[in-house]
């Protein structure tokens, strides 16, 4: 079967507007950058916000989720690029987790001396490549997509100059990287030789119909180091060791990224290259995969389980343990799916959860940015008494905290998992049901005990006297960081409120 084949010369230009529009953006920045004079840098923020802004706006002519683009001619199934339901839901969270991202960045490169049109054009790249990722539907296009995404976020981890913890984690996140593209492209090279076809569509129809045991076995061996490779990715245990350091290491803002953004760039991918790709082989990737996702949860949670306040932890590296815990839980429904009789209601559950984790979890990022304002340790011990400093940061993050854990009044954080648990009972996976109500459980602990001490008395060190009472020497909150936490406190308690918004993807097909 061979690949060279003619394409449709039209292109849909509406359905490919997103990431075009956010790629576009990136570029304008870049040329500005060169013109503007350092006293006007701050606008290159604004300006990426509003690019951010106006290509998630452009999703809303999408909502018909029937668009597809670069097909082969004969062929209107085998497509590059489509813009369904999926597409759009996943769409929607990397340029809105973005749009969130800027907002925390614009007084942090500010107030760090980072270089402006570097960050945003790398900011902005890299979310055009987030973008691009969940309308991919051929191998070629998908890994592109990916290393777009991932190759940005490494110069931005180490954009700090000159401090040792930034470039060790922009270090450790590349060769791990790295690593997980050399193996994926050899993946994805022996499915290549097996089918014939880097088309999802035909891969998927290629498989099913081998011929030959020996194009069988090498048609194996691609998928199973193609699912390595997102592993990585996706920071499933044990592929998760550089999660941490890279958290604490990166600006805050981009920390927040990749827990947000950079996971929905590795979960879409691995949706895609599973379900719509090797179906046929759902025997081998559903038992791997629940056995990722119990790992993955049982190491994270145990990690964040050290993090205890009194031993000095950072906040930063517990959100990064609690990150590989929510990993797990991700991909329960991903796991399910190889198991389900219906895998798109499986799949709806894991996009449902991604989007309420997003919205809390950046949520807690920007009240960590703010903490770290007056406090650049971000140690927990710092966030004790905040709710005598700053009263509705800590009820917000207090509500952050019981969304990821699954308590009210966080109902969307609660509900979410329910989903994640009906997808796992559904596909006879009760062993691993049993597995997430365990570190369920063991996560309520550590997620408690941060909220609760942010309404203990704060402890001055010795020598130095107690802080004021609130409201006598609070600094004033940024504009902009005060509107990315606004906005993610009104979303999740909209969410939580309304919770079918997001749980209507768990009844629907996305696929």
């Not at 969940?134 to 931005?156: C, G, H, N």
């Not at 990585?232 to 958290?247: L, N, S």
Request: contains cysteine; positive net charge; aromatic residues 8%.
């Amino acid at each position: 079967m061979s690949q060279v084949t003619s394409l449709v010369q039209s292109v849909d230009w509406l359905a490919i507007a997103p990431p075009t529009l956010t790629a576009a953006t990136a570029l304008v920045v870049l040329v500005a950058d060169l013109f503007l004079p350092a006293a006007r840098k701050p606008l290159l923020g604004w300006v990426s916000t509003a690019g951010l802004a106006a290509a998630a706006l452009l999703l809303l002519p999408l909502l018909d989720g029937h668009r597809r683009t670069f097909c082969l001619t004969g062929t209107p199934r085998a497509c590059s690029y489509a813009a369904d339901h999926f597409t759009l839901a996943i769409q929607f969270l990397v340029l809105a987790g973005a749009l969130l991202t800027a907002l925390l960045s614009i007084d942090t490169v500010k107030d760090h001396g980072l270089p402006a049109g570097e960050y945003w054009f790398l900011l902005l790249s890299s979310a055009a490549g987030a973008a691009l990722l969940p309308a991919s539907r051929d191998l070629a296009t998908l890994v592109i997509a990916l290393e777009v995404a991932s190759l940005p976020a490494f110069a931005l981890v180490g954009l700090r100059r000159g401090d040792r913890l930034s470039s060790e984690a922009a270090l450790k996140f590349f060769l791990s990287s790295v690593a997980a593209t050399a193996v994926m492209l050899l993946g994805v090279s022996f499915v290549y030789a097996a089918t014939g076809s880097l088309h999802l569509t035909r891969v998927a129809h290629a498989l099913a119909a081998l011929p030959d045991p020996r194009l069988a076995t090498l048609a194996g061996a691609g998928v199973a180091l193609t699912l390595v490779g997102f592993a990585f990715k996706t920071a499933a245990a044990p592929f998760h060791f550089w999660v941490p350091d890279t958290y604490v290491g990166a600006p805050l803002p981009i920390a927040a990224y990749l827990s947000v953004v950079g996971k929905a760039v590795g979960f879409s991918g691995l949706i895609l290259v599973t379900v719509q790709g090797f179906p046929s082989y759902a025997h081998v990737w559903g038992p791997a995969l629940a056995v990722l996702a119990a790992l993955t949860m049982t190491v994270g949670n145990a990690a964040a389980l050290r993090q205890d306040p009194a031993r000095d932890r950072s906040a930063i590296r517990l959100l990064a343990w609690s990150s590989v815990g929510q990993a797990g839980y991700l991909l329960v429904p991903i796991a399910a799916a190889g198991y389900a009789h219906d895998p798109a209601h499986a799949i709806g559950a894991t996009v449902a959860y991604a989007l309420m984790y997003a919205a809390v979890n950046l949520g807690a990022f920007a009240v960590a940015a703010l903490v770290a304002r007056t406090r650049p340790a971000n140690r927990l011990a710092d966030y004790r008494g905040l709710y005598h400093r700053r009263p509705l940061v800590a009820l917000a993050l207090g509500f952050f905290l019981l969304c990821l854990a699954g308590l009210p009044p966080g109902v969307i954080g609660l509900f979410a998992k329910v989903t994640v648990f009906s997808a796992a009972v559904d596909a006879g996976l009760g062993w691993l049901a049993v597995v997430m109500a365990a570190n369920v459980v063991i996560a309520l602990y550590y997620y408690l005990q941060w909220t609760a001490a942010l309404f203990r008395p704060a402890e001055a060190p010795a020598g130095e006297p107690a802080e004021a009472p609130a409201g006598r020497t609070r600094a004033p909150v940024p504009a902009a960081l005060a509107t990315a936490l606004a906005l993610a406190t009104a979303l999740g308690v909209v969410l939580s409120g309304a919770p079918q918004l997001v749980l209507r993807f768990a009844a629907g097909a996305l696929l």
